[in-house]
């Protein structure tokens, strides 16, 4: 076809590895674990002190063989086989279904199966640096050697390079181990609001009073209000750019409340008041500042931020 | 020690779970203030499940659009399985299908509606009125989502149950007590703390999906490495029909991601290296939209002939691929009907259908066999019918306490070829019905039960699943280990930048997945012959299998290993691998998947047969259930 000639991607991974002993502590133990995380406004001179994972942290660079069209979860799969089985991070279905591969590529939450490298990669340098968290540290000096090692001689640039993508786990959330981030938190926020259809048992009759149907009716119309909403995939990307959610402070999240929207929407839900109700606390909908970057990157098109909105607006208006 | 432990959280073992919660039985239970103990073990967080990537819908003769009869979705099953089906269990399929869906629209699923308000429903290959008339609309669906619309409505029923998961959680060994007479429970590795556990229940149900990852060009998410099936082949049990893998003809070349039958719907047409349009030849009339089977095979043979072409992402690579030409549809009409399809085509082979034609190649769909089941999803061995071929009187042994369900599992609704929409029916339907089973069970003799406390029998025979389980995870931690000691004393997990060379001449279970996808790939996918089918069982007896024993993790920490788990899948899947390639060498005939090129036809004298293989290729064949539709010519 086109092009013929080897060109090459590299891929700089924030890498993580628990201490054994983490393993005994167990997860989700302390409410206050989520303290972990810092806000993307805090400065860097907090960032000695953050309270970091236990274990081992390090920037590892891979350069391999690869296309433009390639996705960022083809190449991690390369390297998984030709260069380091070590490499730990989700995949299941690689086309964007099950949201499982959600991290940071180049500090924006995003899934590695629908990241493709013409999209992603940058010349190199030309990167902001960002933390394992995928902020961005302004300011911070600390050019690491491995971060200077990094830059790509000119000749590799020349040579078919398509520029360097940096990885890190899923803002927001804690790291377990590489690209494997602890979603959840996220999980537990939806569980949280009753996430399923309460419907009222009622069966449609017939004129004489028969039972005539079984489903419940829902004009096109009705599942227009709540179809794309029941499309979220919960991979935490929303999650993960909300500077509320991911920088630490008390939110019941976007995904949580795209799920509670969803039953809010759909006409055979029975109870729509306890749900708003539900949200309607200083950690939904309250906590939630229109910064809408929820909308950017979702994989599934819900324009996350303009929901937000609407299902604010419906808390208010009861 | 659990009542039930479920193993697999998609559309099977979810509806099992919930079957089991809502039955009458484990209600009363509660009632009289016995909590049943029932544990769901998953390797994915279940809304990870494959079941979330079906898309086009699940069959049930609701007739909402037009007459429909569920005798004749009974047919079409039967025909479509080309007569390999037990027709006791396709007649349950077909008559429940309505109730299995209204209960899914009940649990919240978006279906699409009808103008008045009814669950939408779509044509699909093979469903037909008046047992092989004009085709009927059966498919219900939701959008091109119906198994993500499913498979999140069965998790929301599942949380408002307050069911008990313990996620990414790998399966490592299904344990039997008195000689493989009863389940005993599970042993399992949990990925987060990097520790086995030694799970203990007096039942236990596998509901764990397919096995596409057999496969190098496959549909099937990377988690479907056939866990389940292999592990009943190492508890000393029979896998049934494993030798009918269903290709889909259109997979996306390089990644075998699905491209709907919808594309040639609306007007493409397959193409072989010359541009011509070679369906035509094959199917006179059908061309394009023959059934699925039919169009793999063709173009295998295209391919064979070599007809083929590479893939343009690797143009120096074999000409495995024929092209699906799709410039005669309208743009903008292509985009409105097929938006999927031509999102899939641009994101992942950066091509412009509307001006390129696109590589397609068959891609591993769906194992139509798999665990033997009975109607009520219980686990059975088969004895008898040794015999060269020949289903010859045998009978069903049960495993008490044993349960199985979806694709993992062989009800033998499927036959030798499935028909769409037919999958998530399966899956929920005899999901439900085996989580009923269970409940039965459970409620016969719950663990908790205070009555029972002092019943010798039973608390023996909790002892002997007890020492049993205790001794299988026992030598799963010996093996863990020893996997988890580097062969390679230097290894340090913080290595200099691009340290990879040193290890890239050591081996891994990554790249012996690929090599055993490739090599089943070329034995076995869409047809085979005794020869292609020996070549394969060499490379694996002599090449693959040693490498797969000897490998060993390349990092000596537990948590979040996912090495570890690659090493157990990829013998799992050689496993299995021996088990497809015995049946088929077995099976001298011709039928619905099964096409073998020295065995051309159908033998109903002596193949009408599910064949039935242990972990040593020895095949028993077992007489089909035949009982409203005598078999005839599968011809559409």
Same mark, same amino acid.
């Given at each position: 076809?086109?092009?013929?000639?080897?060109?090459?991607?590299?891929?700089?991974?924030?890498?993580?590895?628990?201490?054994?002993?983490?393993?005994?502590?167990?997860?989700?133990?302390?409410?206050?674990?989520?303290?972990?995380?810092?806000?993307?406004?805090?400065?860097?001179?907090?960032?000695?002190?953050?309270?970091?994972?236990?274990?081992?942290?390090?920037?590892?660079?891979?350069?391999?063989?690869?296309?433009?069209?390639?996705?960022?979860?083809?190449?991690?799969?390369?390297?998984?086989?030709?260069?380091?089985?070590?490499?730990?991070?989700?995949?299941?279905?690689?086309? +964007?279904?099950?949201?499982?591969?959600?991290?940071?590529?180049? @500090?924006?939450?995003?899934?590695?199966?629908?990241?493709?490298?013409?999209?992603?990669?940058?010349?190199?340098?030309?990167?902001?640096?960002?933390?394992?968290?995928?902020?961005?540290?302004?300011?911070?000096?600390?050019?690491?050697?491995?971060?200077?090692?990094?830059?790509?001689?000119?000749?590799?640039?020349?040579?078919?390079?398509?520029?360097?993508?940096?990885?890190?786990?899923?803002?927001?959330?804690?790291?377990?181990?590489?690209?494997?981030?602890?979603?959840?938190?996220?999980?537990?926020?939806?569980?949280?609001?009753?996430?399923?259809?309460?419907?009222?048992?009622?069966?449609?009759?017939?004129?004489?009073?028969?039972?005539?149907?079984?489903?419940?009716?829902?004009?096109?119309?009705?599942?227009?209000?709540?179809?794309?909403?029941?499309?979220?995939?919960?991979?935490?990307?929303?999650?993960?750019?909300?500077?509320?959610?991911?920088?630490?402070?008390?939110?019941?999240?976007?995904?949580?409340?795209? #799920?509670?929207?969803?039953?809010?929407?759909?006409?055979?839900?029975?109870?729509?008041?306890?749900?708003?109700?539900?949200?309607?606390?200083?950690?939904?909908?309250?906590?939630?500042?229109?910064?809408?970057?929820?909308?950017?990157?979702?994989?599934?098109?819900?324009?996350?931020?303009?929901?937000? #909105?609407?299902?604010?607006?419906?808390?208010?208006?009861? | 020690?659990?009542?039930?432990?479920?193993?697999?959280?998609?559309?099977?073992?979810?509806?099992?779970?919930? +079957?089991?919660?809502?039955?009458?039985?484990?209600?009363?239970?509660?009632?009289? @203030?016995?909590?049943?103990?029932?544990?769901?073990?998953?390797?994915?967080?279940?809304?990870?499940?494959?079941?979330?990537?079906?898309?086009?819908?699940?069959?049930?003769?609701?007739?909402?659009?037009?007459?429909?009869?569920?005798?004749?979705?009974?047919?079409?099953?039967?025909?479509?399985?080309?007569?390999?089906?037990?027709?006791?269990?396709?007649?349950?399929?077909?008559?429940?299908?309505?109730?299995?869906?209204?209960?899914?629209?009940?649990?919240?699923?978006?279906?699409?509606?009808?103008?008045?308000?009814?669950?939408?429903?779509?044509?699909?290959?093979?469903?037909?009125?008046?047992?092989?008339?004009?085709?009927?609309?059966?498919?219900?669906?939701?959008?091109?989502?119906?198994?993500?619309?499913?498979?999140?409505?069965?998790?929301?029923?599942?949380?408002?149950?307050?069911?008990?998961?313990?996620?990414?959680?790998?399966?490592?060994?299904?344990?039997?007590?008195?000689?493989?007479?009863?389940?005993?429970?599970?042993?399992?590795?949990?990925?987060?703390? %990097?520790?086995?556990?030694?799970?203990?229940?007096?039942?236990?149900?596998?509901?764990?999906?397919?096995?596409?990852?057999?496969?190098?060009?496959?549909?099937?998410?990377?988690?479907?490495?056939?866990?389940?099936?292999?592990?009943?082949?190492?508890?000393?049990?029979?896998?049934?029909?494993?030798?009918?893998?269903?290709?889909?003809?259109? %997979?996306?070349?390089?990644?075998?991601?699905?491209?709907?039958?919808?594309?040639?719907?609306?007007?493409?047409?397959?193409?072989?290296?010359?541009?011509?349009?070679?369906?035509?030849?094959?199917?006179?009339?059908?061309?394009?939209?023959?059934?699925?089977?039919?169009?793999?095979?063709?173009?295998?043979?295209?391919?064979?002939?070599?007809?083929?072409?590479?893939?343009?992402?690797?143009?120096?690579?074999?000409?495995?691929?024929?092209?699906?030409?799709?410039?005669?549809?309208?743009?903008?009409?292509?985009?409105?009907?097929?938006?999927?399809?031509?999102?899939?085509?641009?994101?992942?082979?950066?091509?412009?259908?509307?001006?390129?034609?696109?590589?397609?190649?068959?891609?591993?769909?769906?194992?139509?066999?798999?665990?033997?089941?009975?109607?009520?999803?219980?686990?059975?061995?088969?004895?008898?019918?040794?015999?060269? @071929?020949?289903?010859?009187? @045998?009978?069903?042994?049960?495993?008490?306490?044993?349960?199985?369900?979806?694709?993992?599992?062989?009800?033998?609704?499927?036959?030798?070829?499935?028909?769409?929409?037919?999958?998530?029916?399966?899956?929920?339907?005899?999901?439900?019905?085996?989580?009923?089973?269970?409940?039965?069970?459970?409620?016969?003799?719950?663990?908790?039960?205070?009555?029972?406390?002092?019943?010798?029998?039973?608390?023996?025979?909790?002892?002997?699943?007890?020492?049993?389980?205790?001794?299988?995870? +026992?030598?799963?931690?010996?093996?863990?280990?020893?996997?988890?000691?580097?062969?390679?004393?230097?290894?340090?997990?913080?290595?200099?930048?691009?340290?990879?060379?040193?290890?890239?001449?050591?081996?891994?279970?990554?790249?012996?997945?690929?090599?055993?996808?490739?090599?089943?790939?070329?034995?076995?996918?869409?047809?085979?012959?005794?020869?292609?089918?020996?070549?394969?069982?060499?490379?694996?007896?002599?090449?693959?299998?040693?490498?797969?024993?000897?490998?060993?993790?390349?990092?000596?920490?537990?948590?979040?290993?996912?090495?570890?788990?690659?090493?157990?899948?990829?013998?799992?899947?050689?496993?299995?691998?021996?088990?497809?390639?015995?049946?088929?060498?077995?099976?001298?005939?011709?039928?619905?998947?099964?096409?073998?090129?020295?065995?051309?036809?159908?033998?109903?004298?002596?193949?009408?047969?599910?064949?039935?293989?242990?972990?040593?290729?020895?095949?028993?064949?077992?007489?089909?259930?035949?009982?409203?539709?005598?078999?005839?010519?599968?011809?559409?």
């Amino acid at each position: 076809m086109t092009n013929s000639t080897v060109t090459t991607v590299t891929l700089k991974v924030n890498r993580f590895t628990p201490r054994p002993e983490r393993a005994e502590r167990a997860r989700g133990g302390s409410p206050f674990a989520r303290t972990r995380k810092s806000s993307p406004f805090g400065g860097s001179s907090a960032a000695p002190a953050r309270r970091r994972p236990r274990g081992k942290q390090w920037v590892q660079e891979y350069t391999i063989p690869a296309r433009p069209e390639d996705t960022v979860l083809d190449c991690l799969l390369t390297i998984k086989r030709t260069v380091d089985p070590t490499l730990a991070f989700r995949y299941s279905c690689g086309h +964007g279904m099950c949201g499982s591969d959600a991290v940071a590529i180049n @500090g924006t939450p995003n899934l590695l199966c629908t990241a493709t490298l013409k999209d992603w990669a940058k010349p190199s340098g030309s990167l902001p640096r960002t933390d394992d968290e995928g902020f961005r540290r302004i300011g911070d000096d600390a050019g690491t050697e491995e971060e200077a090692s990094a830059e790509v001689s000119p000749d590799t640039a020349c040579d078919g390079s398509l520029g360097v993508i940096e990885l890190g786990p899923l803002p927001g959330f804690p790291v377990e181990r590489d690209l494997i981030a602890d979603i959840d938190p996220m999980l537990d926020q939806i569980r949280k609001l009753k996430p399923y259809l309460e419907a009222d048992g009622v069966l449609a009759t017939t004129h004489e009073g028969k039972v005539d149907v079984f489903e419940y009716l829902q004009h096109p119309d009705e599942l227009a209000r709540y179809e794309q909403l029941s499309n979220c995939i919960a991979c935490g990307v929303c999650e993960g750019s909300c500077p509320v959610f991911a920088g630490g402070d008390a939110f019941i999240g976007p995904a949580a409340l795209i #799920w509670a929207s969803r039953f809010v929407n759909d006409s055979r839900d029975t109870i729509t008041m306890d749900r708003l109700d539900a949200i309607d606390t200083a950690d939904g909908v309250a906590a939630c500042q229109s910064v809408r970057a929820c909308t950017r990157q979702c994989p599934r098109g819900i324009d996350v931020g303009e929901e937000m #909105w609407q299902i604010v607006a419906k808390v208010r208006e009861r | 020690m659990y009542d039930a432990v479920i193993v697999g959280a998609g559309a099977a073992g979810l509806s099992a779970a919930l +079957g089991l919660l809502r039955s009458p039985e484990i209600k009363r239970m509660e009632e009289d @203030g016995i909590t049943p103990k029932i544990l769901v073990v998953s390797k994915l967080q279940p809304l990870r499940s494959h079941t979330g990537s079906a898309e086009g819908g699940i069959a049930a003769s609701l007739g909402n659009i037009e007459s429909d009869d569920w005798h004749w979705h009974y047919y079409d099953t039967v025909k479509g399985g080309d007569w390999l089906v037990d027709q006791d269990a396709a007649k349950l399929l077909a008559e429940y299908a309505p109730e299995t869906v209204i209960n899914l629209e009940r649990g919240g699923v978006a279906f699409s509606r009808t103008e008045d308000g009814h669950i939408a429903q779509r044509r699909f290959g093979g469903h037909t009125r008046e047992f092989g008339g004009a085709p009927v609309r059966r498919a219900a669906y939701a959008a091109d989502r119906i198994g993500h619309q499913i498979l999140h409505a069965l998790w929301q029923q599942c949380v408002a149950a307050g069911v008990t998961f313990a996620e990414e959680w790998y399966v490592t060994d299904l344990v039997l007590a008195h000689d493989g007479a009863r389940a005993a429970g599970i042993v399992a590795f949990d990925t987060h703390k %990097g520790t086995v556990h030694a799970v203990k229940a007096r039942n236990v149900l596998f509901a764990t999906g397919g096995a596409g990852r057999l496969f190098h060009t496959t549909s099937n998410s990377w988690d479907l490495t056939g866990d389940g099936m292999a592990l009943a082949l190492a508890a000393g049990l029979q896998l049934e029909d494993v030798e009918f893998v269903q290709f889909h003809p259109t %997979g996306l070349a390089h990644t075998g991601i699905l491209l709907s039958e919808a594309a040639r719907a609306e007007g493409g047409v397959l193409r072989n290296a010359d541009g011509e349009a070679f369906m035509e030849r094959y199917a006179p009339g059908h061309a394009d939209l023959a059934a699925r089977d039919v169009v793999s095979r063709s173009i295998m043979a295209e391919i064979d002939a070599g007809r083929g072409v590479a893939d343009p992402k690797d143009p120096d690579g074999p000409k495995d691929c024929v092209w699906l030409d799709m410039t005669g549809i309208d743009p903008a009409h292509m985009r409105a009907v097929l938006p999927q399809v031509v999102e899939t085509i641009e994101k992942y082979a950066d091509i412009d259908p509307a001006k390129d034609p696109v590589p397609i190649k068959p891609t591993a769909h769906y194992t139509m066999g798999g665990i033997p089941i009975t109607v009520d999803g219980q686990v059975y061995r088969w004895h008898g019918g040794d015999g060269n @071929g020949e289903a010859r009187d @045998g009978s069903r042994e049960p495993v008490e306490g044993l349960y199985a369900a979806g694709e993992c599992s062989c009800v033998s609704v499927h036959g030798a070829n499935r028909l769409g929409g037919n999958s998530l029916l399966d899956a929920c339907l005899f999901g439900t019905r085996a989580g009923r089973a269970l409940a039965a069970r459970i409620a016969a003799a719950p663990v908790d039960d205070p009555m029972a406390g002092d019943d010798s029998d039973v608390r023996g025979a909790d002892e002997t699943r007890a020492q049993a389980v205790d001794a299988a995870a +026992g030598e799963r931690e010996r093996e863990l280990k020893e996997l988890l000691t580097p062969r390679d004393v230097t290894s340090d997990p913080a290595p200099q930048a691009t340290d990879g060379t040193e290890r890239s001449a050591d081996d891994n279970p990554y790249r012996l997945m690929a090599e055993l996808g490739a090599v089943m790939e070329r034995a076995a996918a869409v047809r085979c012959d005794a020869a292609s089918l020996e070549t394969a069982l060499h490379a694996i007896d002599d090449e693959l299998a040693p490498r797969a024993t000897a490998l060993a993790a390349h990092d000596g920490i537990a948590a979040f290993n996912q090495e570890i788990t690659a090493i157990w899948e990829v013998r799992h899947l050689i496993a299995l691998a021996r088990a497809v390639l015995a049946a088929s060498d077995a099976r001298h005939e011709s039928r619905g998947s099964l096409k073998r090129n020295d065995f051309p036809r159908r033998d109903d004298e002596r193949y009408l047969a599910h064949s039935m293989t242990d972990a040593a290729g020895r095949v028993a064949w077992q007489p089909v259930h035949i009982v409203d539709v005598p078999p005839r010519k599968r011809e559409y």
